[in-house]
């Protein structure tokens, strides 16, 4: 990561977003996005910059299906452990799911299945981290840190914005 002045300074940022799934609070160092959190309120002191105004609109452009990615630049703080979840993460592709297993197995250890969960509900990026892609065996909606209401509707709004009409879960 680089240490731009914002960064040196300890500026911090955030503003909230009101989505589908209530508020969002929106949270950068002024280089990098380092938390997306949900709400049932909003937030009275707010301070932009230019990583929170883009993320802003790439979040609207997700909940209207206009965009399935999003390009900006990550800062979740984690152990180096849950640093290789978050990135497995990201390579779920929109609208797809996997286990909690397919995720131990893709860290390269089932017996880590566990603690690749506990890590999965760390995920201090929700959304543009994907950690609502990750479900129990058997399609079972399972875990989720803001709710499982916003897991579904989450993955709802996948479903409706892919060919594969099948479902997730």
Known sequence: MKAGL??????????????????LILKSDGQSVTAISFSEN???????CEVLDSCKAQLDDYFSGKSLTFDLP???????????VWSELLKIPYG?????M???????????IRAAGTANGKNPIAIII?????????????????GLWRKKILLELEMQHTIR?????
């Open 42 to 48: 909003d937030i009275q002191e707010q301070n932009s």
């Open 74 to 84: 990550l800062s979740p703080e984690g152990t180096e452990f849950q640093q290789r």
């Open 102 to 112: 397919d995720m131990a197995l893709r860290l390269g250890d089932p017996k880590c």
């Open 130 to 146: 994907p950690c609502h892609r990750v479900i129990g065996a058997g399609n079972k909606l399972t875990g989720y840190a803001g």
């Open 6 to 23: 914002s960064y040196f300074w300890g500026m911090q940022y955030q503003i909230s977003f009101k989505s589908p799934l209530g508020f």
């Open 96 to 100: 797809e799911t996997i286990t909690y």
């Open 165 to 169: 009409k099948d479902m997730l879960f």
